[in-house]
């Protein structure tokens, strides 16, 4: 009976050579191709060269050497067509029963810090997802491995079964499929990038798993977390997990929340979310008082809630944090004693960030029924934008600040949305409801008396006066919003009516 042959060419070469010694064990003759083909002969693996197969050189520095007849035909034949075997015959081509194979370091190249075009385009493998795509096609008679935690399962069977089941068989040509397509969307992405296509007439995208969720938002639905090749180091993606249960879908969202939020600000600041809104967001001059403003924004929302501190945590303010129910703490870093104080909470979940990783302009993806909107992500600020005083008075010093801290916060509000803010912390948050009066109504029942003297917010014009009206009678002093609105006169008549300085950004916040 003829040995059975195995075509192996790995860039990653973990446990191949122990993969390779195997299959010598189960009577497999190895034909494989330049770093590989070294590797297993220097550990003592009998190895044949493609060129050997082929009887042709590899040529033009090895961008050629395995697309040929004799490596492919040996794929593609059907081993149960009568026809294709005699044609094997005929051009004495010899089966190939098991490919091993994985890819050009493509991803970890366009990684590195100001990589080449050249070195970009050189690391687009072509003929190993040809023969990966040869063989997996043909899957009913060929093994084919891309992964190296496989090895072990395909050893296994031939081992006991002298073969590799069809399910199994099938299970690595998905795989092999997906990595293929994962590989090509990468590289569809750089070179889209480069010639500055925004909406391009095809889109793939491809993501990697994070981890298997217990559930999605709610118990019944399944879910997973992805996380996108070369994510910026700045995301939730990327986080670390010092201590506490595993994430499930809802934190993930949460804490994503939190940590955009947090990212508006350059001093110390808090922000706690609760179902992807916060719910008090303070800033000072250390964290432990950006911490108590926060807190003190809404005591009773905190409640089981997502902090995110801008500002590694030290151990006064782990104390303060303990002292209430949390689900999550995301922090640059954490002091030996802070975490040490945490960590008490053993289901207290604690993430470190790195803030100040690159976090270049991204785009954001929403799926929708049977398809996908994309939008460039929102990261417009006040320092892009030109500020118009749209009333008779200007704001003062003090409700500036108010002003700059209601407007960065209300961009992370679910629209219709409105913040009252003042002495450095949120003070009422109104978010996701029907009309922008019902908002404002929400945001000032919240504040209570600290209304007064406020800014407000609004992340959309006032389609009418009435929000004014009500910001008025609760002693709100200052405003900012977009305008736009074709009844802007009547806001900025009823402002300057009761003496509230209001301006224009010019710009919308939407957040759906």
């Known amino acids: ?57 590899e040529i033009l520095d090895g961008r050629v050497k395995t697309l040929n007849p004799y490596v492919h ?26 490919v091993v194979v994985n890819l050009y370091p493509f991803q970890e190249t366009i990684a590195k810090d100001n990589v080449t075009l050249q070195d970009a385009i050189e ?7 040809t023969m990966l795509r040869s063989a997996a096609k043909n899957y009913e008679s060929i093994s084919v491995l891309v992964d190296p935690t496989d090895y072990s399962k395909v050893v296994e069977e031939l081992k006991e079964n002298g073969n590799v089941s069809l399910e199994t068989n099938e299970y690595l040509a998905a795989k092999v499929f997906r990595h293929t397509a994962s590989y090509d969307a ?31 938002e709610n118990p019944h639905q399944k879910a997973a977390f992805y ?52 719910c008090g967001v303070g800033v000072g001059e250390n964290i ?97 934008v030109e500020v118009k005083v749209a009333t008779k008075r200007e704001p003062t010093e003090d409700e500036w600040k108010n002003l700059k801290l209601a407007w960065k916060v209300v961009k992370h509000v679910k629209s219709n949305a409105i913040v009252l803010a003042k002495d450095e912390m949120t003070v009422g948050v109104g978010a996701g409801q029907m009309n922008r009066v019902g908002s404002a109504n929400i945001a000032i029942n919240q504040a209570g008396e600290k209304a007064k003297g406020s800014a407000l917010g609004s992340d959309a014009f006032f389609p009418m006066g009435d929000t004014v009206e009500a910001a008025a009678k609760a002693g709100i002093t200052a405003i900012i919003q977009p305008g736009g609105s074709v009844r802007d006169e009547e806001s900025i008549q009823k402002a300057d009516e009761y003496g509230i300085a209001m301006v224009f950004t010019g710009v919308r916040h939407f957040k759906h």
């Open 1 to 57: 009976m003829a040995k059975k042959r195995a075509l192996i060419s790995v860039s990653d070469k973990n446990n191949v050579v122990e993969l390779a010694q195997n299959l010598v064990g189960l009577d497999f003759e190895i034909i494989s191709t330049g770093g590989t083909k070294r590797t297993l002969e220097e550990n003592g693996v009998n190895v044949m060269s493609v060129s050997d197969v082929t009887g042709f050189p």
């Open 73 to 98: 035909g040996g794929l593609l034949a059907r081993r149960n067509d009568e026809n294709h075997i005699a044609q094997l015959k005929e051009h004495n081509i010899t089966p190939i029963d098991l």
């Open 123 to 129: 690391n687009i493998d072509i003929g190993g997802p």
């Open 186 to 216: 990468l590289i569809a992405e750089y070179l889209t990038k480069r010639t500055g296509e925004e909406a391009p007439e095809k889109l793939t995208v491809t993501f990697e798993k994070v981890q298997g969720l217990r559930y999605g």
């Open 227 to 278: 996380k996108k090749p070369l994510a910026s180091n700045a995301s939730i993606a990327t986080a670390t997990q010092l201590h506490g249960k595993e994430l499930s879908y809802n934190n993930i969202n949460d804490a994503n929340a939190a940590f955009e939020i947090v990212q508006e600000f350059t001093e110390p600041a808090v922000v706690a979310v609760k179902h992807m809104n916060p």
């Open 288 to 384: 432990e008082v950006a911490y108590d403003r926060a807190y003190e924004a809404d005591s009773t929302s905190i409640f089981g809630g997502i902090i995110a501190a801008n500002r590694p945590v030290d151990v006064h303010t782990a104390r303060k944090m303990k002292e209430i129910f949390l689900e999550i703490i995301i922090a640059p870093s954490f002091d030996e004693d802070a975490l040490e104080v945490l960590k008490q909470k053993k289901n207290l979940r604690l993430l470190t960030v790195d803030f100040n990783a690159n976090d270049a302009k991204g785009v954001k993806l929403t799926s929708v029924k049977g398809g996908l909107l994309l939008q460039d992500e929102d990261l417009l600020s006040l320092d892009n």
